[in-house]
Every structure is written in C-alpha cells, then in structure tokens.
C-alpha cells in the first residue's frame, strides 16, 4: 500500500518501528522523512528498545533537510542558501535598473537602501512563497496590480513590479552561485524520479500536513517510487491532506482503530481532561507545580512521555526559573528555540543602539573638522541606560588583578552627577570625561579611598570604554563596516568584561556571532544606509527571527517543547500552557504585499489555513496523551483558546452537560489586603547616643510630628530617595533657584530705612545669570523655557503686587520697612529642664515693620495649606490630635530660633510665609498660621498687611497661639530622646504615607 491513514490516537513512533522491525531489512537502506528533525530521536530510541542491540539506523530527515539531500545528491549543487539581508540586497540592485516596470512605468528617482530594506523584506518573502506555490507567470497581472495596493504612492513610483522580481530575482541568484529554499525546491522538481530512491529498500513519509504546492508536489513525486509509503495521521481535518495526494484509492489503507501496528488489541482510550483557568500567568505556573510537586520530588519518575508544551515561548524563563530549577540538569531536556531578542546580551546592544539614534550631530560651522567626542550628544537617559547596563557597567578596569568594581562605581558617580544637573538633557562624549564635577566627585571618593586609582585613571578608563563602545558607531561606513564594529564590541565584551560569567552567556555570544557574520557577506560590501538608524533597524530586523537552542539530551526526563517541536509525537501527560487566544492561533496576520484574498485564491498560506494546521497537530497531540491539562488565562485583556472553547464544548455534548464551569479549575488567590501597622522601633543605647548629639532642624522636627518612623530612616539612618533624571525642575530646585534670585535682589537693600523701588530690569539680569551660573544648557528649551519665563513673569509681580505695595501701606500709616537679614543661619543651645537641645534653621528674610520683628519664608507652591495650624483641633492631652492639626511647626521654631538673637519675647515676633506660586500675586499671598483663620476679620473691616490691622485682641490671640504650639515643640523634643518611647507610628499623620518615601520598609 502506498498511503496508510493512522488513528489519532495510535503512536506513530511506536508504529513505524514495529513497521520496520517486522520487515527483515538493513535498516540503513530505509530512508525515513518527518516534518522537523525530533521525531527521528524517538524513532531512533524506539528501535534501540525493540532491537536490544547496536544496529545501523535508517537515514532520517526533516523535510527540509530532505529537500537539501535530493539537491545536493542528485543534482550535484552545492550553492550556499541566501540570507534574507543578502536576497535583499540583490533585489535593491535590481530595484535600480529597467524603470520601465516599475509599477507607473516610469521611475522618479532612486529609492535609498533606507526606503527599500522594509519592502525588500517583504518582496523577498512574498517572491518566495510564489514559487512555493508553483505560481505561473500568467497570475502576475493580477498580482503586481493587488501588490502595488499596498505599497505607498511615494514608493510605488520608485519600485519594480513583483512580475519584473519574480522572472529576474532567480536569474541572479543562480548566476551569483546562490540559492534560496524555494529555488532548491524547484530545481529538485524539474529533475526528480523514481530511480532516485533505488538504492533504498523503502522510502517513508510521515506526520505532513497541508504543506505549499511545491512541498505536495515533491511529496506526490516521492510516492511515484515503487517503495514509498506514506503516513498519514488522522487529525482534524486530515481528508484535506488527502484530496492533495495523487494515489488510486486502491493503495489507501486504514488501520482499525480497534488495532496496534501488530493487528493486536488497542489499548487508546480517551485523555482525561483537565482545564485551568488563572487570572495570570502566575497562576498558571502555581497550578502547574502543584502538578508536578510528587513527580519533582522524585525526579526518577519523570521522563520523555511527559511534556510541558509552550506557545508562548516568553514563558519558558518563568518555567525554568520557578519549576525545572528544582531538578536536576539531567531531569529535563528544553527544545525551544529561545529568541535572541530576549537575551541580555540583544538588550545591551539595542541600548547602545537606542543611544546612537537619538544623538545629535554639531552642523555648525567647521563642526565637521571636529573628532566625534566632541561632534555629536548624546541624550543623558539613553546614556545611563547603556553604560549602568550589566554588561556595560562590570567592564573590567586596566589594573591587576582585574576587577569591575572601579567602573560600576565610575558610571554610578556620573549618574548621581547628571541627576544634579537637571535640564541639561544632551552632552558630548568630550563634555562627560572633562566634567569638573566629575573629576570632583572622583577626587573626593579616591581621597577617602587610597587603595583605589586616581582620578585621572578613571577618566582614562572612561575615554577608553567610549572609545571601544559609542565611538566606533558614530561613523558607519556600510553594513560590512558596521559588522566587523559589531563582532569588534562582541569581542570586546567577552573579553574584557564579566559578561561570560554570566548564564547561558555562551550560546548567546555564539548565536550572536552567527547572525552578525551574516551581515559580513559580500553581496552587502556596497549597501549601506543613508541614515545611522537604518544600520539599527537592519540588526533588529536580523536578529527579530533568530533563536538559540538551549542544551540538552532529547530523550531524557521532562520534556519543555514548543508547540510545533510536538509534531508526530505522543506523550502520555501533556500541560498545554498559555492557550489564549492571542498565542493560539494568535494574529494569524501574513506580513505581506499580497492581500489576504489573492493570497487565498493563489493558494498560498494565510490565516485560516494556519490555523487549521494549529488545530490538526494539537488534535493528534490530545489523542494521543493519557492526560492533557489545558491552561489558560481569563481577565480584561485575554480569554481562553477557541481550542480550548471546542474542547469543552465537545466535553459538554458528551455528558450532556450546559454549565462549562464544572469542567473549568479556578486558580484563584487569597490576598490580605490589609495595610499592617508598622512595628515600633526601640532606642537602642547607639540611637540614644546619636540622638543625644543631633541637631534638630524645623524640617525634621516636621518630619518627627508627620511620622516618627519616617524620621527614623530619614534623619536617624540617612536614607534619602535617589535622584532621577529629569528634564524639567523639580519644586525643591525651583524653590531654591527663587531664594537664590531674590537674595541677590534684595541685598543691596539691606538695613536700609525704606526699600527703594522696584527694579525689573535689574531682576531680568539677575535670573539670567542665575540660570548661566546652573549650567543649564544655553539656549533654553523645552521646559526650562517655560520655566524661566515663569519665574520671570512672577517674580516681577512679587515686586510690584506685593513688595512695593507692602512699603507703600507701611510708608502711609508712618512705619518704616527696615531689611535686617536674608537667609541667616541661626544655632540655638535650647534648655528644657535638665537637657539641651541643638537647634538650627536658615530664615529666608528678617525685616522690621515698625516697632515688629517679622520673619518671613518664601514658599513656591501654590497654596498655604501644608502650612495651616488649626488650633480648633489641637487637643495637647491627646498625642494622636497633634499631626491632624499641625501642619507645619517652621514658623513657631524659627520664632524660637530668632528670639535669643534680638532678645524678645518668642511670642511677640512675627511670622508668615509668602505663597509665591499663586497665579496672581498681590498682598494676600502673606499668611500667618498663628493669627488663625482666614477671613476672620469683622464684617466690614478690611484685612491689611500687618501689623496695620492687627487689633490688641488679635495680638493677644497670636500670642496664645504660639505658646500653645511651643508646648508641643517642647514635647516633641523630649518625646525624640525618651529611651520608653520608641519610633512609632501610632501618631503619624493621616495623609502622611502618601508621599513618603519608605513605604516599601514598613509594608504601608
């Protein structure tokens, strides 16, 4: 018989070596043909145990590997297949000539290798499959006029009809002595016959299904042999393979699926089935371990019948990771090709890539003379990106014996550096290594370090890494130039770097080297882009299909394959993971000039015939299994497999059954979500001692009564938030950027008896050279812009709406403005019973207001309300009161601070903040927390700027106010240094971990 239709459920691997095993042959002389190549392990395997001695096997290829066989053998070729890369090149050079078949006929100019790379692709693709499909010149009519459809016009006018590609592509890549699988293929079918297959006492075909019109072709011309016998496997849909094959139905045979390959008793039985739903993918993997549990306790008892299948090859590193880690190497065999642009070693070179692209090119005048370090700048964030890279950052430095330490800690120190520097955004290479900051930084880290190199040897090192990394890529020459400076950084890294110390590094580099030689062919020697990006596009488009094998022994323990790598073969427990329907089928979209109709009607593939195959193997590779577990996630952005959903439907029909859920496990999870109270932090004898020693400031005096935890790790440990890269300033840099302007302008006024008018253009001048002084890149762009016009615009409000209307209300009711201090620092020693307490605080501006002392803090943000005492709410027997109505204690401490100077009662000082962030500015942007409310006053009476309005009982009022808010500052003193109290968050303010930093330590 020549073809023989084979239950679902039946072993294919099991019968054809009881086929071959019955047939008293040489089995060397049978020649064996599967889909892919690890059917022939099992065939193998199998007849070993059946054989139970050495003997020569048959010869066994994948289908692919047959084609190249019957080339190479019978025809005498031996031409090297080209590269996709290579084909498009060739296709651009012809691109360039007989602009007469150009899709309008005429060509307008010449598309750049830039414009032509992404269509090269797809052409290259698209050509290939044409004559897969054994497609006559007489379709391409209707094949240039629907290709050009999806071309843009602007490329269309510049590009050859797919009819001109197809009759000149294939010329020139036979003159050229190259070959392209589907060129092979047809050479092989012009010659193919029997007599090829004489030497061979049988030819088998096994496990196909829908395959091209050239592969069917090939497959009916096998069957032409005498000896050929094919196996057809009975899956979903396999009576459309058999329409394709050219036998007499004389010579189709069917096994009785009561029957094994001996004509003995079957023993298939239908799979149990099991279906998990997770809300995650970490669901699934919880499940499946659970799963394996007794069998990864006991390693023995897992082996090649059993098989974790994954669609979705992003999963395979969470499997590895959480499931294969606790078994032995020899426990498991993964064959999954593992794409390369998942590696970290893809990611280093992308982030130097994603670098490159967004540098910018000095065109100035004589810029060109100008070595690269110095011409181009390169974005900060892209920078950092690349060289706190692992790879990167652990390049070993040039000292004995060889240590990475010294660089890690390099590009650390220049990114504190360049998160200081905040809006300067772009900087040469130059600019980096000669940073004064830089070179201050280093000084003072090797100063506290001698054993550590000078600074200048760190400079060097830094010049050198630019030049073994950026630099080389800054000036590409074409793609074989680009190649060889690719290998060159691959070389270096793995030399002079702890990046093969890294896991898998090696097949990583390997399969890297592999791809990147490709590039080095001499059909590339005269392409090159005209923009640097292209170079980049031109790697990932490489690299965007290319895989690496992982090791291991294939017939032993636990089976991890990828859904197509399960073809012909039978497993008795399978765990099918990630079966959405975005993996399986998945899209389903052809990437392709031809649309999806005429694809259809020329018989090439396209997403239903996809998805067919995807439902005929998976079918096979459930019947065949003892146990299929089917997992899935279900949530807003994903739903189960249409597989999934047929199973269970056919589940349902069986048992008669409506409701899917009985069938359907729920992994689910069981969260507390519940915020646990912090624990209290005891005084140790080493905290009591530090604490002893603090000076305390009003900030962190705030810090204590928002949360005494928080002031813990703040003040008593250190801890601050690392800083980020930012293009625009933050409010504390805005803040201090305002003080230092207004310091400046205000100084020349100091102890004067009347300030004199305001002067904008002065304050104009001011902020510039206030910003120039910053550093901050000149021009000013983007936010920084925005920004300096913004201080601008309300600094010069501040003078006339507030400043020089407060002079002119004192001035006319006879009382004297008199500037005595701008941001003076003040200690004070501040004696409560038997202890002292250090205190300190910078006040923005001392001035006199008549016969007052009024100490006045410039605030930037918008509002008071991070200022507000509500003395309504503060209870002093009640601790928990405190946070809740006191907002801030500054004011009251700088009254405390400034009184022992100028030898006045605490309480008879005044202080306000001046809230300079209002969209409009005028006297109102004075605010005392200690006079109480706003809007207080008596109907009828206007509120002035104080002390103008201020009324004996008001006075009175504002001192009870502060005596009041200083009995809690004493409290909170001693409550800081008191061994029984620890560090608690009992009190802290409601709002108070919205914002702090070191919620992650305390689990709020």
Not at 442 to 471: C, D, M, V, W
Not at 865 to 871: A, Y
Request: charged share 30%; hydrophobic share 35%; glycine share 4%.
């Amino acid at each position: 018989m020549k073809v023989t239709i084979v239950p679902a459920g039946m072993n294919l691997i099991e019968l054809l070596a009881g086929h071959l095993v019955a047939s008293p042959t040489d089995f060397s002389r049978i020649l064996v043909v599967f889909p892919e190549q690890r059917p022939g392990h099992y065939l193998r395997k199998a007849l070993g145990e059946k054989m139970g001695h050495s003997f020569l096997p048959p010869t066994i290829f994948s289908l692919d590997d047959f084609i190249d066989f019957l080339y190479s053998r019978f025809l005498g070729r031996e031409e090297s297949l080209l590269e996709t890369v290579e084909a498009v090149s060739l296709l651009y050079d012809l691109n360039e000539v007989s602009p007469e078949h150009s899709f309008s006929g005429q060509k307008e100019s010449k598309l750049t290798f830039d414009e032509f790379f992404p269509v090269g692709n797809k052409i290259f693709q698209d050509l290939e499959e044409l004559k897969m499909g054994l497609i006559t010149t007489d379709k391409f009519l209707a094949i240039d006029e629907l290709a050009g459809e999806k071309i843009p016009e602007k490329t269309r006018t510049r590009l050859q009809k797919m009819s001109y590609f197809y009759e000149n592509f294939y010329r020139e890549v036979e003159q050229r002595s190259f070959s392209t699988r589907a060129s092979r293929l047809e050479k092989v079918l012009e010659k193919i016959e029997p007599g090829w297959f004489s030497s061979f006492d049988e030819v088998i075909l096994a496990g196909f299904y829908l395959l091209t019109a050239a592969e069917f072709e090939l497959l009916n011309k096998v069957l032409e042999a005498e000896k050929t016998r094919f196996f057809v496997l009975k899956g979903a849909g396999w009576e459309e393979m058999m329409k394709r094959i050219r036998v007499d139905r004389s010579e189709i045979e069917e096994i009785d699926e009561a029957e094994g390959s001996s004509g003995e008793e079957s023993s298939v039985l239908a799979p149990e089935l099991e279906f998990c739903q997770s809300p995650d993918g970490h669901g699934q993997l919880f499940h499946l371990n659970n799963l394996l549990a007794d069998k990864i306790s006991r390693p023995a008892e897992l082996n090649e019948k059993q098989v974790i299948v994954l669609p979705a090859v992003e999963t395979l590193i969470p499997v590895v990771e959480q499931t294969l880690a606790r078994l032995p190497e020899t426990g498991y065999n993964i064959s999954v090709g593992y794409p390369l642009t998942r590696t970290p070693l893809y990611n280093f070179f992308d982030s130097l890539f994603k670098l490159l692209e967004t540098a910018e090119e000095d065109s100035s005048d004589g810029a060109s003379s100008l070595p690269p370090e110095q011409r181009f700048r390169l974005y900060v964030s892209d920078y950092l990106n690349f060289v706190l890279h692992p790879y990167t950052k652990n390049i070993y430095f040039p000292a004995t014996p060889r240590t990475a330490e010294h660089t890690r800690i390099l590009f650390h120190l220049m990114e504190n550096n360049f998160n200081q520097k905040k809006g300067r955004l772009f900087w040469s290479l130059e600019e980096m290594a000669a940073d004064p900051d830089l070179r201050d930084s280093l000084e003072k880290y090797t100063g506290e370090n001698p054993a550590y190199p000078r600074s200048s040897e760190f400079i060097q090192h830094l010049r050198s890494i630019h030049q073994q990394t950026i630099i080389p890529f800054l000036s590409l020459k074409n793609i074989n130039d680009f190649a060889a400076k690719s290998i060159g950084l691959l070389d270096f890294i793995s030399e002079e770097s702890t990046a093969p110390l890294h896991v898998l590094f090696e097949p990583y580099a390997r399969a890297f080297y592999q791809q990147l030689e490709i590039l080095q062919s001499q059909l590339l020697t005269r392409q090159k882009f005209s923009r640097r990006s292209g170079y980049f596009q031109l790697f990932r488009r490489l690299f965007s299909e290319a895989r690496v094998r992982f090791p291991g022994t294939p017939l032993r323990g636990l089976q991890v394959l990828g859904f197509w790598e399960t073809r012909c073969l039978q497993f008795d427990d399978v765990y099918l993971l990630d079966l959405n329907d975005d993996v399986l089928p998945g899209t389903s979209k052809v990437d392709s000039l031809l649309p999806a109709p005429l694809r259809k009607a020329l018989g090439l593939r396209y997403h239903e015939n996809l998805e067919k195959r995807i439902e005929y193997y998976l079918s096979l590779l459930v019947a065949g299994a003892k146990n299929v577990h089917y997992f899935f996630i279900e949530n807003d952005e994903k739903q189960k497999s249409r597989y999934v959903e047929k199973s269970l439907w056919k589940k349902q029909k069986k048992e008669k059954e409506t409701d899917e859920n009985k069938y359907i496990k729920k992994v689910s999870y069981r969260l507390a979500l519940q915020t646990p109270n912090p624990p209290d932090i005891p005084k140790t004898e080493k905290i009591l001692g530090y604490l002893d020693n603090m000076t305390l400031s009003a900030s962190g005096l705030n810090t204590y009564l928002k949360c005494p935890v928080e002031f813990f790790y703040a003040r008593v440990l250190g801890l601050s938030e690392k800083e980020e890269l930012a293009e625009s300033l933050e409010s504390s840099e805005i803040g201090t950027l305002v003080h230092a302007i207004l310091r400046q302008y205000f100084w020349p006024d100091l102890k004067k008896k009347r300030l004199p008018k305001s002067d904008t253009d002065r304050l104009k001048t001011l902020i510039d050279a206030e910003f120039n002084q910053r550093r901050y890149p000149s021009p000013l762009t983007g936010s920084l812009f925005l920004m300096r016009k913004q201080i601008e615009q309300h600094l010069e409000e501040f003078l006339l709406a507030y400043q020089q209307k407060v002079a002119s209300e004192l001035q006319a009711a006879g009382q004297d403005l008199i500037l005595l201090e701008l941001e003076k620092d003040f200690k004070l020693d501040y004696k409560l019973g038997q202890r002292t307490f250090q205190l300190k605080g910078k006040i923005d501006r001392i001035e006199k207001r008549g016969e007052y002392l009024c100490l006045l803090d410039y605030k930037t943000s918008a509002s008071e309300r991070n200022q507000v005492i509500n003395i309504d709410k503060l209870e002093l027997g009640d601790r928990s009161s405190w946070p809740q109505a006191i907002k801030s204690l500054q004011l009251p401490f700088y009254q405390l601070l400034a009184s022992a100077k100028y030898q006045l009662p605490p309480e008879d000082i005044y202080s306000a903040v001046i809230i300079l962030g209002r969209n409009h500015l005028n006297e109102k942007i004075e605010y005392s927390p200690l006079k109480g409310r706003k809007g207080s006053k008596p109907k009828g009476q206007v509120e002035k700027i104080f002390p103008l309005s201020e009324s004996d009982e008001e006075k009175l009022k504002r001192q009870q106010n502060f005596r009041l808010i200083e009995q809690v500052i004493d409290q909170l003193l001693l409550e800081i240094v008191d061994s029984n109290q620890p560090f608690s968050a009992r009190f802290k303010a409601e709002d108070s971990c919205t914002y702090c930093p070191f919620t992650s330590f305390c689990g709020q």
